[in-house]
């Protein structure tokens, strides 16, 4: 079931009357060793990123600012998660088709990968990915 295999990821809170903090550490927080990060802003709410599905490489979205949708598919099933709080991710493994939308003016979209930047490995025809995934 594709909620079970992109399951939503609370990170703990340990802000005080200071502020907030949230830790988030590799193999242990999230389920892989951190090998880039980036992060997406300055979008609205009529652009869509992403439109792609990665081979090798496994995310990890969080937005640490503002607000974001992603739809999350895998060419049978479709989930669509709202990341509206910085203490809270969607975990995306390989072979998963993604779209980022619906950003609010404030969106920071954080981004934590299992891989190094390879445009190879990335499929951004949806129908190429279908076939992909009935082989």
């Known amino acids: 079931m594709l909620k079970d295999r992109c399951p939503i990821l609370q990170f703990n809170d340990l802000g005080d009357e200071r502020g907030k903090l949230v830790v988030i550490e590799g193999e242990q927080s999230i389920p892989f060793a951190i090998k880039r990060v980036f992060y ?10 992403g439109q ?63 891989t190094h ?5 990335y499929i951004r025809d949806y129908e190429e990915y279908l076939k992909e995934m009935k082989s």
């Open 40 to 49: 997406i802003y300055g979008s609205d709410d009529t652009v869509v990123r």
């Open 52 to 114: 792609h599905a990665n081979r090798e490489s496994e995310f990890v979205l969080i937005n640490v600012a503002g607000k974001s949708k992603v739809r999350i598919t895998n060419g049978t099933e479709e989930l669509i998660v709202e990341l509206n709080k910085p203490m809270m991710g969607v975990y995306i493994p390989r072979m998963i088709w993604k779209d980022m939308y619906d950003f609010s003016a404030d969106s920071v979209l954080l981004v934590l990968a299992s």
């Open 117 to 121: 930047y390879d445009g190879k490995e």
